[in-house]
Every structure is written in C-alpha cells, then in structure tokens.
T-cell receptor, first 115, second 117 residues
Framework: ETGVTQSPTHLIKTRGQQVTLRCSSQ?????VSWYQQALGQGPQFIFQYYREEENGRGNFPPRFSGLQFPNYSSELNVNALELDDSALYLC??????????????FGAGSRLTVL | AQKVTQAQTEISVVEKEDVTLDCVYE???????LFWYKQPPSGELVFLIRRNSFDEQNEISGRYSWNFQKSTSSFNFTITASQVVDSAVYFCALSEARFTGRRALTFGSGTRLQVQP
C-alpha cells in the first residue's frame, strides 16, 4: 500500500502571496488532517476533513482553508502569507469509523519558507 | 484544555545505554488516547504506540517499552540498549475522545534523542 504523499516538498513564497499544498491519502483512508510544525516545536492541528467536509479546526485564522476531494486527497490553502507561516506542513490520513482515536499516517511534509 | 509536556528538550546517550523519555499530560476527559510518534530527519512522523485511558497495562515491543500511570498523568517511553538508528525527535501526543469524528492530536514539544556510537 502506498503511504501519504505531499507536494511540493519545499517552496519559497513572499509575504502576502498565496500557497496551495497537496496531499494524497494512504489507500483505504477516508480522513485527512493537516498540521503545522514550526521549527523546534511539536505539530499543531490546523483542521480535519471527513467525507469532504471540515469537521474540526484548531486555532488558525480563516486564511487557512482546505478541501478534500472524492478520492480523499486534500489541499491546504493559505492566503495573505505572513512570515510566521514559515513551517513544515504535515498531512496525515486515517480511516475513521466515527469513534475511537485513529492512528494517523503522516506524510513527509511540505516545508514553506515565507520571505 | 488539553496539554502535553515533554520537559526534556534534548538527550544524548552512548549506544547500548537505556534511555527514558518523559511525557506528562493534562486533560479534563476521562476517556482519551495517548500516542508516541518518532520523527527522523526525513520529516515524516512514524507511529509507535497508542494507548487508551482505560488500559493502564505497560507495554513492551522489542527494545521499546511504555509506562502509563494515570495517577501521575504520565506516559513515559523507554528505549533499552539504544542504537544509533534511534536518533530522532520523539513526540508524545494526546487525543480526547469526546468529539465523534474529530480526532485532533495535541502534541508535546518533542524530545530530541541523540545516540552516539
């Protein structure tokens, strides 16, 4: 089975620009979550998508948005980039039955640098 | 609000030493899940273990063992006879079970383990 793949692996943007990060879920998984990991810190939950709808969100402003597609792949969009948005963005997929705590399978991340 | 504290920022040991990584958590829920993940330099987080709040049995998997103590809200991780390949950042994480379908993990700040040959 293929794991979680993310693209691009690295990118550089300037303040005020917009960025789209992409994620392909592991085969058989129906839930996608996105996390932001600043340098030297633990990942922070951005949001989660299940059945193409956002069903949980962390403490991130609305300029962070996402999509989940029918094939369970996902996008993370960030508008009006700020310097503090520089981080490793991790996508994780899982299979959810609506209860319990799923084991997340993470991708290797997209490293965003905002200048 | 839930919180995970990993007080050890960095640990350095020599190969074959035993090492314990500490994790202390806070939650108001009676039902929750605890995790450990490993993050090698390549970046992806690798799942190591999941434990639910009703299962306080310690677990051993090869050189890895976990000690869960609800009385002290701790979920510590021990590597026996460490190896250079164990060098990575290790994260402890907590998930509350209240919200159906929403399984956000709250991560600690991580412990960087360096195993010297």
């Amino acid at each position: 089975e293929t794991g979680v793949t993310q693209s691009p692996t690295h990118l550089i943007k300037t303040r005020g620009q917009q960025v789209t990060l992409r994620c392909s879920s592991q085969s058989g998984h129906n839930t996608v979550s996105w996390y932001q990991q600043a340098l030297g810190q633990g990942p922070q939950f951005i949001f989660q998508y299940y059945r193409e709808e956002e069903n949980g969100r962390g403490n991130f402003p609305p300029r962070f948005s996402g999509l989940q597609f029918p094939n369970y792949s996902s996008e993370l969009n960030v508008n009006a980039l700020e310097l503090d948005d520089s981080a490793l963005y991790l996508c994780a997929s899982s299979f959810s039955r609506g209860n319990g705590a799923n084991v997340l399978t993470f991708g290797a991340g997209s490293r965003l640098t905002v200048l | 609000a839930q919180k995970v504290t990993q007080a050890q920022t960095e640990i350095s040991v020599v190969e074959k030493e035993d090492v314990t990584l500490d994790c202390v958590y806070e939650t108001r829920d009676t039902t929750y899940y605890l995790f450990w993940y490993k993050q090698p330099p390549s970046g992806e987080l690798v799942f190591l273990i999941r434990r639910n709040s009703f299962d306080e049995q310690n677990e051993i998997s090869g050189r890895y063992s976990w000690n869960f103590q609800k009385s002290t809200s701790s979920f510590n991780f021990t590597i026996t006879a460490s190896q250079v390949v164990d060098s990575a950042v290790y994260f402890c994480a907590l998930s509350e079970a209240r919200f159906t379908g929403r399984r956000a993990l709250t991560f600690g700040s991580g412990t960087r383990l360096q195993v010297q040959p």
